[in-house]
């Protein structure tokens, strides 16, 4: 609970993720987080001493919508932060696997909830999603817990993600943070 605690604390300090977290609350969106890159970098900026926004080039909004798989229903959410003053990466887990395969080079199976989708994020520091709920709590999911998120450390995940992937990655974050710990094996 007390990495919890720290985590929402270290979170509070981006503006702008706290704007999308109330935003993405008030759009009523279903088994909705937002994750990855967007919070992970904000905690890495704290706590090696930047601005909390420093180089956060988008935020990850996921939902999990099974009812309506099409792209004009994802759209519509899209749609919803053409006003935003930064890019909110919108994706309905739900229809995930109709294009992964084209995008990365494997095939994706289904996904049963925005915590699968979480589950399979390339590195095991970025597993993370956090959601505010109607009453204003912060709500989290860290399947991997928070150890290697305040450690600087990205692993790769066993999970799924393409090894390319999580190399691209993982380069790309120890040019910017060259503080991180990076780890090849899983």
Request: contains cysteine; proline residues 6%.
């Amino acid at each position: 609970m007390a990495g919890f605690v720290r985590l929402q604390d270290l979170l509070s300090r981006n503006d702008l993720l706290v704007e999308v977290l109330g935003r993405a609350r008030d759009l009523g969106l279903p088994d909705w987080y937002l994750t990855a890159g967007c919070l992970v970098q904000t905690v890495w900026n704290v706590l090696t001493g930047r601005a909390a926004g420093d180089g956060i080039k988008d935020f990850d909004l996921f939902y999990f919508d099974r009812s309506d798989l099409s792209w004009a229903a994802e759209d519509r959410v899209i749609r919803a932060w053409r006003d935003f003053p930064a890019e909110v990466e919108v994706r309905n887990e739900a229809r995930v696997h109709l294009w992964y395969e084209v995008k990365f080079g494997v095939p994706c199976l289904p996904f049963a909830s925005s915590e699968a989708a979480i589950d399979a994020f390339p590195a095991v520091c970025s597993c993370l999603g956090v959601r505010l709920e109607p009453d204003g709590s912060w709500h989290f999911y860290a399947p991997h817990g928070l150890d290697d998120l305040f450690g600087l450390v990205v692993r790769p995940n066993p999970v799924l993600a393409p090894r390319d992937v999580f190399e691209r990655k993982a380069a790309r974050w120890k040019a910017q943070w060259p503080e991180l710990t990076v780890l090849t094996s899983r």
